[in-house]
C-alpha cells in the first residue's frame, strides 16, 4: 500500500488524463483518509445536505435480445421476467406525474432494446415531449443509438442520455458478448455530439478486480467529457443469470469506489442506482459522505406509502439531508458540468454565491 502522501490528490480543474496506477493509489489509501479527500471535494462543488432525486420508468421491459450477464431482461435467462411492449404515452405520463409528486427531479425511461427501432423513436420522442411539459429534466435508456437517432431524442427535448459502460475495458468480454466496449464509446460520442448530456456509469460486483474497477472509473473520467451523472451500480444478484451466486463485493469497497469516481470526476453526480434497495442505512450514509449525491427512486417506488420511499425518507431526515431542487438558470440546469473553474453553484441562488464553498444550509 503506497504511503499517504504517495496518492495523488485531484487538482482543479478537471483532469481526462488519469493513469491507471493514479486511480489504483487512491483506491489504495487508507479508508479514513480516502473519505476526508473525497468529503472534502465534494463539498468544494455541491451542497453535501443536497441529494438529487431520480425516478427510473421501465417503459419496455424484457426481451432484449443482448447477452449482459447480469440483466434479468435477457431473453436468453430464465428470470422469469415476462416481455412487455412499449408503454402508452399517456401511462408514461402519469407515472412521471407521480414521481414528481414524490419529490423526483428528473425523470429517466429505460427500454430494454439492444437498440431502438427507428420506427420507435416517434413514439419516445412523445414521452419525452410529454413528461419535459411537467417541468421534469428527462433521462432515456434505450441501447445503442446511431448519431441520427441522438439528433432525434435531443430534437424532442431529451436533457439526459444513460448509457453504461458497465465495466472496465479488460473486462468486458467476461460480461457482455454480444456488443463491444467500442460500441459503448460510439454511442455516447452521438449523444455528447448532438448535445445532450451524458449519465454513465457502471456495475460493480460483477467478480473484477479492484484494478479492474479502477480501469472502469479511469476510462469514465477520461472520457472528452465527465459524465454528468455517474450511476454506481452495485450488482443485484437475479437467479438464472450467469452472474447469480458471484461473491458479494465487500461494502467498504463499494464505499471506496464512490469516493475515487468523487474524486476523479467532481463536479458530476454520482449516484446510488441498483443495489441500493439492499444497502443498510449505515451502508448508503458513508456513501454519502463519500460523495455519492443523487439516487435513484425505481418504478416500483412511485406510489405514496410505499415501505421503501417511507424507509428513504425516514433516512434524509436522519441524516439532515434534503432532495436537490431544479434550479434553471440562464437556460442550464443545476447539473451542468462547466469545465472552466468557475461552475455555478449548485442547487443554490447563483447571486454572490462562492462556488467554491458550499457549507450545508440548514
Ligand atoms: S442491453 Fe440492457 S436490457 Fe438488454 S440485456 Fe443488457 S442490460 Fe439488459
Known amino acids: 500500500m503506497p504511503a499517504v502522501s504517495e496518492a495523488t490528490v485531484p487538482p482543479s480543474p478537471l483532469r481526462h488524463d488519469w493513469s491507471r496506477a493514479e486511480v489504483r493509489a487512491l ?3 487508507p479508508f479514513p483518509e480516502l473519505l476526508h479527500r473525497a468529503a472534502s471535494v465534494h463539498r468544494e462543488h455541491f451542497d453535501a445536505c443536497e441529494v438529487q432525486v431520480s425516478t427510473l420508468l421501465s417503459v419496455k421491459t424484457g426481451g432484449c435480445p443482448e447477452d449482459c450477464g447480469y440483466c434479468p431482461q ?9 416481455a412487455t411492449k412499449l408503454m402508452s404515452t399517456e401511462a408514461v405520463l402519469e407515472k412521471a406525474k407521480q414521481a414528481k409528486a ?34 421534469l429534466e428527462t433521462c432515456a435508456t434505450l441501447g445503442m443509438l446511431s448519431g441520427t437517432q441522438a439528433k432525434a431524442l435531443k430534437d424532442a427535448g431529451l436533457d439526459y442520455y444513460n448509457h453504461n459502460l458497465d465495466t472496465a475495458p479488460e473486462f468486458y468480454n467476461e460480461i457482455i458478448h454480444t456488443r463491444e466496449f467500442a460500441d459503448r464509446l460510439d454511442t455516447l460520442a452521438h449523444v455528447r ?29 477520461n472520457l472528452p467529457a465527465h459524465p454528468d451523472s455517474v450511476p454506481i451500480n452495485r450488482l443485484v444478484q437475479v437467479e438464472g443469470t450467469p452472474l447469480a451466486g ?5 461494502p467498504f469497497e463499494f464505499v471506496r469506489t464512490i469516493a475515487v469516481a468523487r474524486l476523479l ?55 439532515g439531508l434534503r432532495p436537490m431542487p431544479l434550479v434553471e438558470t440562464a437556460g442550464t440546469v443545476h447539473a451542468d458540468i462547466v469545465e472552466a473553474g468557475n461552475a455555478a453553484p ?9 462556488a467554491a464553498s458550499h457549507a450545508c444550509a440548514a
Not at 454513465?200 to 472509473?217: P, T
Request: net charge negative; charged share 25%.
Open 27 to 29: 483506491f489504495d489509501l
Open 346 to 354: 449548485l442547487g443554490t441562488d447563483t447571486a454572490g454565491t462562492d
Open 265 to 319: 470526476m467532481p463536479r458530476s453526480m454520482v449516484r446510488l442506482s441498483a443495489g441500493r434497495e439492499s444497502m443498510s442505512d449505515e451502508l448508503q450514509a458513508l456513501c454519502f459522505l463519500a460523495g455519492a449525491n443523487s439516487i435513484f427512486y425505481g418504478e416500483k417506488l412511485l406510489t405514496t406509502g410505499n415501505p421503501d420511499t417511507e424507509r428513504d425518507l425516514a433516512l434524509f431526515a436522519r441524516l
Open 74 to 82: 435477457a431473453q436468453r435467462y430464465h428470470t422469469g421476467v415476462d
Open 246 to 250: 458471484t461473491a458479494e463485493l465487500d
Open 193 to 221: 455530439d448532438a448535445g445532450m448530456k451524458t449519465c454513465c456509469g457502471g456495475i460493480v460486483g460483477l467478480g473484477e478486480s479492484r484494478e479492474q474497477r479502477a480501469g472502469l472509473l479511469q476510462t469514465l473520467a
Open 102 to 135: 414524490a419529490g423526483a427531479s428528473r425523470f429517466c425511461m429505460g427500454a430494454a432494446w439492444r437498440s431502438p427501432a427507428d420506427r420507435d423513436i416517434p413514439k419516445v420522442a412523445a414521452m419525452i415531449q410529454e413528461v419535459k411539459a411537467l417541468g
